[in-house]
């Protein structure tokens, strides 16, 4: 049974660029939410994907976007990168978009320089 | 504003100790509380409680939620060192039309050392 699986594992991107971080959900799972974790933090919600809708919305800016495709699968892209951008991306998948537990992928580490 | 509090942040312990972990929280419209461990990167679900009083098992972890008093603690006994991990709370706030949002405290980092 193929879990959460997120790519790439790692990433370094200098301030101004652009990234594109991609997650596949478990099997079965149509729901996909992304997390922000800062080094020493709890994960921060920044947005729920559900028939390839965003659903709900954290407090994250406009440059934090997302899409859901056809297959459940998922990209969160983020624009004009800052340093504070720096964090541990985490994707987590559901069955369904009131599901209450979420099954996360092992994230993406981005460094913003 | 959604808020979840865990104590300890940290807390160091030796092989055979038993530990109780703190989340307490505040929600718009509570549906749910979770525990995840997360050793590297991915957290990995341990449980999740609704209703007050009904204790959760698996294994050496236990937990329990009060809804009046807004909190919930996560007992683990024998601890080992592979018990070593951040703990994360997360409360589930109902008010998005449907959907299910997760807020997650600060964890607590548990060492175990042999």
New interface residues.
Partial sequence: DAG?TQSPTHLIKTRGQQVTLRCSPKSGHDTV?W?QQAL??????IF?Y?EEEE??R?NFPDRFSGHQFPNYSSELNVNALLLGDSA?Y?C?SSLG???????????T?LLVL | EDKVVQSPLSLVVHEGDTVTLNCSYEVTNFRSLLWYKQEKKAPTFLFMLTSSGIEKKSGRLSSILDKKELFSILNITATQTGDSAVYLCAVVDGSGAGSYQLTFGKGTKLSVIP
Wanted: aromatic content about 18%; overall charge positive; proline content about 7%.
């Fill in positions: 959460v939410s997390y020493g933090q709890g994960p921060q919600f729920q559900y659903r709900q954290g541990l985490l987590a978009q009131g599901a209450k537990t979420q099954y996360f992928g092992p994230g580490r």
